[in-house]
């Protein structure tokens, strides 16, 4: 079998040839693929040595399946390429995500929208896997009226460039410890060093409500994609979302905070239940014990964790939790790997 890995010397490429390693495809014949200035670079995957090549020579080998994380445009231009010489294509980016005829899949909840003729599959983003992953079946039960969500987002969200940026923060802070934190962007700036931020702001010691661009209704592309994923995937298109997206200095996941609002009342024990019993949950809820999900507990975990599960007081039918996950791994790359388990078996 062969797999191609679009974007594989990408931050969430990496992860993706970890997770093949590790989900059954160690022995496949992985064909790593990236932009020009990566080409010819050698990876490794499951102990043995690989080039890098071009998209166009990925292509050229024919394999069966292609998962990409190399942007939107990339897949834009490239997946209908790996389309058409019969592939079949798991992407990672935005491209594909709202187009009608390409199902949206989160494997726990939906693979079966996948058909046996489909040849695009989009990945959804990276906080929509986390939080439809942990309300799936109290929807079913349910059925949500409304989400409010506020999520804490990492910095690896962005890339190896917003890690880079945090590192160079705190490392000339430490050294520079007469900067007072909230001017420590411009002095960097001014001072001459090698200093290239992702963000517009600095994210050492910071945080700001701001992920994606901003669109002409004051919210932003990440959370509108909260919007219409998780009507797509959970099949309602009259459940009503309003998010605020914040970025924050962690590198292990992203979090959540989540208030559902039903149309049916619940019982909170049963729902505490449907949680637990989630396929890739875990329900880490005892306050007691200052127990409860933190994005250093779900670094490198595949699991989504939920916790703080509680009535919302304030109205009927409504429900508080919080959810975490690690955003390069249940968030991105595992659940891509999971949709390929799942193709391949149906093979």
Same mark, same amino acid.
């Given at each position: 079998?062969?797999?191609?890995?679009?974007?594989?010397?990408?931050?969430?490429?990496?992860?993706?040839?970890?997770?093949?390693?590790?989900?059954?495809?160690?022995?496949?014949?992985?064909? $790593?693929?990236?932009?020009?200035?990566?080409?010819?670079?050698?990876?490794?995957?499951?102990?043995?040595?690989?080039?890098?090549?071009?998209?166009?020579?990925?292509?050229?080998?024919?394999?069966?399946?292609?998962?990409?994380?190399?942007?939107?445009?990339?897949?834009?231009?490239?997946?209908?390429?790996?389309?058409?010489?019969?592939?079949?294509?798991?992407?990672?980016?935005?491209?594909?995500?709202?187009?009608? +005829?390409?199902?949206?899949?989160? $494997?726990?909840? %939906?693979?079966?929208?996948?058909?046996? +003729?489909?040849?695009?599959?989009?990945? $959804?983003?990276?906080?929509?896997?986390?939080?439809?992953?942990?309300?799936?079946?109290?929807?079913?039960?349910?059925?949500?009226?409304?989400?409010?969500?506020?999520?804490?987002?990492?910095?690896?969200?962005?890339?190896?460039?917003?890690?880079?940026?945090?590192?160079?923060?705190?490392?000339?802070?430490?050294?520079?410890?007469?900067?007072?934190?909230?001017?420590?962007?411009?002095?960097?700036?001014?001072?001459?060093?090698?200093?290239?931020?992702?963000?517009? %702001?600095?994210?050492?010691?910071?945080?700001?409500?701001?992920?994606?661009?901003?669109?002409?209704?004051?919210?932003?592309?990440?959370?509108?994609?909260?919007?219409?994923?998780?009507?797509?995937?959970?099949? +309602?298109?009259?459940?009503?979302?309003?998010?605020?997206?914040?970025?924050?200095?962690?590198?292990?996941?992203?979090?959540?905070?989540?208030?559902?609002?039903?149309?049916?009342?619940?019982?909170?024990?049963?729902?505490?239940?449907?949680?637990?019993?989630?396929?890739?949950?875990?329900?880490?809820?005892?306050?007691?014990?200052?127990?409860?999900?933190?994005?250093?507990?779900?670094?490198?975990?595949?699991?989504?964790?939920?916790?703080?599960?509680?009535?919302?007081?304030?109205?009927?039918?409504?429900?508080?939790?919080?959810?975490?996950? +690690? %955003?390069?791994?249940?968030?991105?790359?595992?659940?891509?790997?999971?949709?390929?388990?799942?193709?391949?078996?149906?093979?």
């Amino acid at each position: 079998m062969k797999i191609a890995v679009v974007g594989a010397t990408g931050l969430v490429g990496g992860v993706m040839l970890q997770e093949l390693a590790q989900r059954g495809f160690a022995d496949a014949e992985i064909i $790593p693929a990236a932009s020009a200035k990566s080409v010819g670079r050698t990876i490794s995957f499951a102990g043995r040595n690989l080039t890098v090549v071009s998209v166009d020579e990925a292509i050229a080998l024919r394999p069966q399946y292609a998962v990409f994380s190399a942007g939107a445009s990339t897949s834009r231009m490239y997946a209908p390429r790996f389309a058409e010489v019969g592939c079949t294509v798991i992407d990672n980016s935005s491209c594909w995500r709202m187009h009608d +005829d390409v199902p949206l899949v989160v $494997p726990e909840i %939906n693979i079966n929208a996948v058909s046996p +003729d489909c040849r695009i599959i989009a990945n $959804p983003n990276c906080s929509t896997i986390q939080m439809v992953l942990a309300v799936s079946r109290l929807h079913w039960q349910y059925k949500i009226k409304r989400l409010v969500i506020s999520t804490y987002q990492s910095i690896t969200g962005t890339g190896i460039k917003a890690v880079r940026q945090l590192e160079a923060e705190e490392a000339y802070f430490a050294a520079h410890n007469d900067v007072p934190s909230s001017q420590l962007g411009s002095a960097m700036q001014e001072s001459g060093v090698d200093y290239q931020p992702a963000y517009p %702001n600095q994210i050492f010691r910071n945080l700001f409500p701001h992920g994606g661009d901003f669109l002409p209704d004051g919210y932003t592309t990440e959370e509108q994609k909260l919007v219409d994923e998780t009507r797509k995937i959970l099949a +309602d298109p009259s459940i009503q979302v309003s998010a605020t997206v914040v970025r924050v200095p962690v590198v292990g996941g992203h979090s959540e905070a989540v208030n559902i609002e039903f149309h049916n009342e619940y019982d909170l024990q049963q729902a505490r239940q449907l949680i637990a019993d989630t396929p890739g949950v875990i329900l880490l809820d005892n306050p007691d014990a200052n127990q409860y999900p933190m994005p250093i507990l779900s670094h490198n975990r595949p699991e989504v964790f939920v916790g703080r599960v509680r009535r919302d007081a304030t109205q009927p039918c409504t429900l508080n939790l919080w959810c975490v996950a +690690d %955003n390069l791994r249940k968030g991105a790359a595992t659940n891509a790997v999971q949709i390929l388990q799942e193709l391949v078996k149906r093979r």
